[in-house]
Every structure is written in C-alpha cells, then in structure tokens.
C-alpha cells in the first residue's frame, strides 16, 4: 500500500512539473539558453576580446561592433542575445583561461574571439575538442579553419588580402624590386610575411632584403637603414598598427618616400593617429571601405558614431557582421542547441551582411570579395 501510495505521489509530482513548465512561457532548451513561447530565441554567445595593453583599440573596436549588432537583433525580437565578454589582454595564455571560463557554462551557445591569430590558436582547438562552436572576427592567418569541424571565421584571410593589394599596387607603380619588414614573435605578422614573401616570388619580384622586428619595439633605424640603401620600389610590411604606424612614421622621417603594402593588422585608423602625415602611401586589401556611399555603409557610420563617439574600421565592422551571422543561424536552427546551431551555421551561404554577400566554404572559411584602399591626404580612400 506504502509503495502504491508513494508512485501516486511521485506521479503526481512529475505531471505538477511538467504543467508549471508549461505554464510558464519558457522552453528550456538543451543547452545555450531558452526559447520562449512566442518563438523569441534566447541565447549567450561568450566573447574573448583583446581589451587591455598595447593593442586594446582592436577589441575595443570589435566590442562595440558586438553590443551595437545586439542591441538592433534583439531590437528585432526574434533572437535575444545576451553577451559575455572577457578580456584576453592580447596574451595567449590569458585568451585561453578566459575561453575556459565560458566553455565550462552550459549557458553559453557559442563562442567569438579572441582578437589575435596568436590567441586563436591557443583557444580554438580546446572549443573544438569541446563542441563548441567558435568564430574568429579578426583572425587572418593561414590555417585558422583548418583547426576543427567547430572552428569558422568572417575574417578576410591574409593568403586573400595581400596578393590582391599587391597585385593593384605592382600593377600601378610597375614595381620590380621589394623590401620586406615583419613582425617574427606574432602569427598574424609571421603569417602575413609568409604570404608576401611567396607572393613577391610569384610575380617575379626582386626581394632585396628581408627585416624582422618584435612586439613593442620603438626603434626601427636598424631595420630601415638597410631598406632604405636596398632602394625598393615598394616596402611590403607585415604589422600591427602599433608597430607599423612607428615603421611608417620613422621611414618617413628618413627619406624614405615609397609605399608600403601592409596587412590586415595594419588596416586601421590608429595608424594615421599615431603616424599622422607619415602614413600616407600605405595599401592594404580590406572587405570594409568605410567611406563607401553604399546606404548600409552610411548608417552603420551614422549608427556607431552616435554610439561611440567616432567613426568604426574594419574590425567594428567585422564583428557586427559576425553577431548577425550567429543570430541568422540560430534562427535557421530553431533552437538553442549547440549542434543543430553549428550545423546551421555550417551551412550559411549568401549571407547579405554590412560587407557584402558572406558564404562559408566547406572548411568554415570566408568567402566574399575584398577591396583595396590607401591612405592619401590622411584619409583611406578607395585604391584606384
């Protein structure tokens, strides 16, 4: 009788549950967030950006790209994302703890960041092992996708962006002889290098020398004094914005009047604060013009210059996009499950996005077009 009474009570319990449940309005997903009864899909999607130290400009643009996309998704009403956001301080190991942290909460779908390929590479093959899905907004160095089946990225690769630049800046100044000067303790400039060298080699270029740097170096005289006497037609640099400003801005300094082929790290208004006239001449292949008469470009200047006080670059840009690519999956996915949501967003293709018509290959990789731009009158302008 004890046991007969004690199921009816069990039973009892359950049925109670499952109607307060129902009641409620809320669906509890699997995993990663809710879905609520009307449809709205709820969900926390982790961030590993780069904002303190040296190079916190890029996870401060990336950020506010972010929290700018949020706030008109969720705006939209179908997808509510909550953002959870950690700081890697542009250091692997940092980038990796943080990443950790948000892997180990059920409630996070997803994963973007961190800023550098350096960082990426610590972080993107533990959210892999994991199941997790992960996408790089910046991340432009050689192999990036190819760390797992959950690992994707809308950033343009170097391999793409370079040639293209160099192919336009050859191409207009007949350039036959180059001088090459890179970051050797970075992968996003290592990788860089790699791609101009074998690309210079390509197009039958002469490399008259070849000069290496590290991260937060300050002079560069050494460096530039061989360039300089090597007399290239062209300077290909690969840098961030915090060391090739000063690389510009030093050249300059010192006579040396040529223009420089940068990569992505290079493509950003920091350059020309920091160098200021000096960063005239400097070419890079970017998916973001900012100064495009485009109507999307105009209000997303408009939009993020209310928020920010300033006008955004490539990386603001970027990450908006990649906000807009994870909520466009999750509503293809219909719910908050980590792997119906990296299957969908396996499959995006012809995505409309801030910076044009977005696909992702078989191995999670951008495919779109680029464009390439100059700074000329301290200004980036469009590459003609």
């Known amino acids: 009788m004890k046991n007969i009474l004690r199921k009816s009570l069990t039973l009892f319990s359950v049925l109670m549950l ?63 994302i909550e953002l959870v956001i950690e700081d890697s301080a542009g250091e692997a190991e940092q980038a990796l703890s943080a990443a950790q942290k948000l892997m180990s909460n059920d409630d996070i779908l997803a994963i973007i960041g961190p800023t550098l390929s350096t960082e990426f590479f610590a972080v993107a093959p533990e959210a892999d092992l994991n199941g997790i899905t992960i996408m790089g907004t910046s991340t432009t160095a050689e192999g990036i996708p190819e760390i797992g089946d959950y690992v994707f990225r809308n950033a343009i690769p170097e391999a793409l962006a370079i040639p293209t630049a160099m192919e336009k800046a050859v191409e207009r100044t007949g350039a036959k002889k180059v001088a090459l000067i890179y970051g050797n303790d970075d992968v996003l400039t290592q990788s860089g290098f790699d791609t101009m060298k074998k690309t210079a080699e390509e197009m039958g270029l002469e490399i008259l020398t070849i000069e290496t740097f590290q991260k937060g170096q300050s002079d560069y005289n050494a460096q530039l004094t061989k360039i300089k006497n090597s ?73 993020y210059e209310a928020e920010y006080g300033k006008l955004p670059d490539q990386f603001a840009a970027q990450a908006y996009d990649a906000l807009y690519i994870y909520a466009d999956a999750l ?38 077009d680029v464009k390439v731009v100059e700074i000329k009158d301290g200004k980036f302008v469009e590459f003609k």
């Open 18 to 80: 499952l109607l307060l449940a129902a009641c409620s309005g809320e669906n509890t997903a699997s995993e990663g967030g809710t879905t609520e009864a009307d449809g709205t899909i709820n969900a926390k999607i982790g961030v590993v950006s780069y904002l303190t130290g040296a190079g916190a400009a890029y996870g401060e643009a990336i950020t506010q790209g972010l929290k700018l996309a949020q706030s008109e998704i969720n705006e939209k009403g179908e997808v509510n």
């Open 231 to 303: 007399n290239p037609d062209l300077i290909l640099a690969s840098a961030l914005y915090n060391e090739g400003a000063v690389i510009m801005d030093q050249a300059r300094k010192m006579g040396i009047e040529v223009p420089f082929v940068g990569g992505n790290g290079f493509n950003s208004p920091q350059v020309i604060e920091i160098a200021g006239a000096a960063a005239n001449g400097l070419i890079v292949a970017t998916p973001w013009f900012g100064e495009s008469e485009e109507t999307k470009v105009v209000e997303f200047n408009k939009k």
């Open 331 to 368: 509503k293809r996915a219909g719910d908050v499950d980590r792997e119906l949501f990296h299957e969908a967003l396996a499959e995006t293709t012809d995505f409309e996005g801030l910076l044009g018509n977005f696909s992702f290959d078989e191995i999670g990789d951008v495919v779109m």
